[in-house]
Every structure is written in structure tokens, then in C-alpha cells.
């Protein structure tokens, strides 16, 4: 309690000391002037001191009347999801709220800071745009169209499936969005742009070139194909994808058990001339693996490997139907025909046709919606995959507890919260400030 007082004292006195400050050195110069001026602005001074300490005196007669508890409960929950100090007016907002019972509103009044946004969603969606998972990696078209679609309370599985790309207004006058580089989020992120006003929704196909159907989300950014289509055989931009947004690697999903028919030339079955080890362990990922990554078939990341060393230039390809791959003789891109001699009698990729195996045996856990087929063509309907398991709607609450708490889930207690959660955010139209709200509640303590 005395802790949150001298808090609320000593903002006040810096903000007045700051005031006295600037009228000292607007004072003119001329010594009578200079004078006449001290003395008004002494006076002024003054009564300024008397009103700020008469306002200090009503907070103070305010707060004997609160919870002590109530006003460090908000600042706490302040600082998690923002990870700045409130001001007076907020702290006391908040803490009236959370007397009344109103947690989430309160948490909601947090997130109304420009910080939630250019800071806390900033550093929770940059690990997902980057094989690194570096949080300190620059803005891009992927980590603020995470950060657009929380703060418009969107369906958060579009951000798998819709066309929707989020890019600074207009009057911003930035360099206008490139997609063969990322100087428009640069410059957003070095003027220091508040991303809470600074942000607009776009069709992604309209900044792309790609036809609206092929367009999948984060998923078929400009951040997500460099990183994930960048040369390989497209089968990071899955992997990644599951760890990103479905809290899994490959590793544990490994099933032995489903058939191997759809896995590709490129993957030897005698690695090393033990065909044992194929058995035993390359079978148990590409049995799942391979008849996903097929939906990417039709993409990749385009640039100037001659020149453009980093990739720093380049942009997503698609191949429409009247594009025809030279290697393939189709629209499959010839990445997806690399080693094809290590196992010719493998799988050939012919088109986009993608099956989620994975529906059947162990990894029935990741709980897949029942009503979807289970099968499809390109990344949109993948994306819808993915995006409507019951894994994607809990890995969300796992992050954002992760975030909030600054901790993972340790005890009965917290599991049970991260599973009223992810059934809340169902309920909620997945919007992921109420996840934020609920589990700042939950770790703000007594």
C-alpha cells in the first residue's frame, strides 16, 4: 500500500517538476522582463503546487476507501500485460474495477495502452516469423498482422487461412509496402509508430499478386516464405507451423503404425545402407509429415541467389495454372522433385492435394475437427486444418500464459486454468484479447 502511494506521489511531482522546468526556460532573456516574468511564473507556480497536492489529498481520501490489495493487483496485472506502469488515472480505474469484481474489464483497460501492442504483441508474435525464434527480430508483414488481428478482435484462426495482411496507414507517408522487401515495417518500427492506431487491414492478395484462394494468412506472408520456402523442400514452412501455432514439433508425433505411402523419393529407405533406421525412425515423421507439406507444393521463395547472399530481396511464387514448372513438367515446383533418385520408386508429387494422416492413431490427440474432411488442395484449406484443432486453440492459451505469468504451466492449478481458457476463447470467437484478459486475471495474485 505505502509503496503504491509514494508511486502515485512522486508521478505527480515529476510531471509538475517537469512543468516548472519548461516555463523557466521559456522565460525571455531581458532582465526586467526576466524578473516580471519569475515573479508570474512563481505565482502560477504556486497555486499549480496547491492544486496538485489538493489532488494528491482527494486520491489519497479515494484510495483509504479502496482495497490496498485491489490497487497493487492492478498495477500487477498492468505490468504483465503491458510491461510498463500505469498512470494515477488507469491504476485507479483498474483498481475500482477489480473491486467490483470486473477483473477482465480491468485487464481490458490495460491493453487500451499503445505498449500492449508495440511491445507485448511484438515480442509474443516475433519468434513465429523466424527459424531462430528470435524476439528481438525486425517488424515484418507476418508479426503485424498478428498484432492487427488481436487488436480488431479477429477470429484468430484467420490468421491460418484468411486473406489478410496489415500494413501503416496511409498518412503515415511510408515507404508503401514491397513485396521484394521489408523496408515498410522498418521504417514503421524506426519512427516508432504506435502500432495500436498505426496498423490497417488489406487483402493479402492485393498486396502479393497471389489469387485470393492461394492465399493462406500468415502462412503465405512475405516473413513466413523467407524464412520457411526459403530453398529446402517446403517441409520447414509445416514443421515451423506446428511449432509456432500448434505447440509441437515433429518428434512427438512420430507414429510408425501409418503407411508410408505418400513419403517422397528424396527420403532414402536404407539411410546408410540400414534400412532399420528408415523403420524405426524416418518412417514415424514423413508418414504424417509428407501428406501435408504437399498443399505447399505450388509455392516458394524467389530470389537472386547469385547476388542476394541473405535473401534479403526476394518475395513468395506461386505457380497459377497456366504456370508450368520446367523440371516437373506440372505446377509442382522443382524443389519437390530434389534427390528424387534416393528412393525412385517414392512418392512424385503431382499437385497440391494434401491428407492429414495424423487423423488416425496416436496423434488423434491433437484433436481435429470432425466436421472438416481431413483432405484437401493448396494452404488455405490446410490452414483450416490446423487452425480449427482443439491443439491450436490451447497452444494459443499456452503462449499467452507464458507471456502474462512469465512462466510455463507448473501445477494442477495452472493446467486447469490454460483448459477453462482454451474453451472460453473457443466460446469467444477465438479472440485472443479475452485469453490475455482471463489468464492477466489469473496471474495478477492476491
Partial sequence: MTTLLLYIIVTKLQTLHLQGGCMEMLLPSTTNKKTLLKKQ?????????????????????????????SLEQAKRLHDRITGVPPSVITLIEMSDLIDQGKITDAAYVAMQSPEFYTTTLKVFANPWTNKDQDIFFPLNDYSATIIGAVRDD?????????????????????TPYSKVNNTHYEELESNFINLADGLVQVSQSSLNGLPSEATAGVLTSRAAAKAFFYLGTNRAMLRFTLINHLCTDLEPLKDNTLPPDRIRQDVSRSPGGDSRLFINNCSGCHTGMDPLAQAFAYYDYQFDAENDLQADNGEISYNQSVDIDAVTGTRVKAKYHNNATSFPFGF???????????????????GWDTSLAGKGSGMKSLGQELANSKAFAQCQVEKVFKAVCLRDAENTDDLTQIQSATTSFQQHSYQLKQVFAEIGAYCMGE
Fill in 41 to 69: 511564473a512563481s505565482s502560477s507556480f504556486s497555486k499549480r503546487i496547491y492544486t496538485t497536492f489538493f489532488s494528491i489529498l482527494c486520491i489519497l481520501l479515494f484510495i483509504t476507501h479502496a482495497n490496498s490489495s
Fill in 154 to 174: 479477429l477470429d484468430f484462426r484467420q490468421i491460418l487461412q484468411g486473406d489478410i495482411t496489415y500494413i501503416g496507414k496511409d498518412d503515415l507517408n511510408l
Fill in 348 to 366: 512424385v508429387t503431382k499437385n497440391d492435394d494434401w491428407q492429414n494422416y495424423w487423423r488416425e492413431g496416436i496423434n488423434q490427440k491433437l
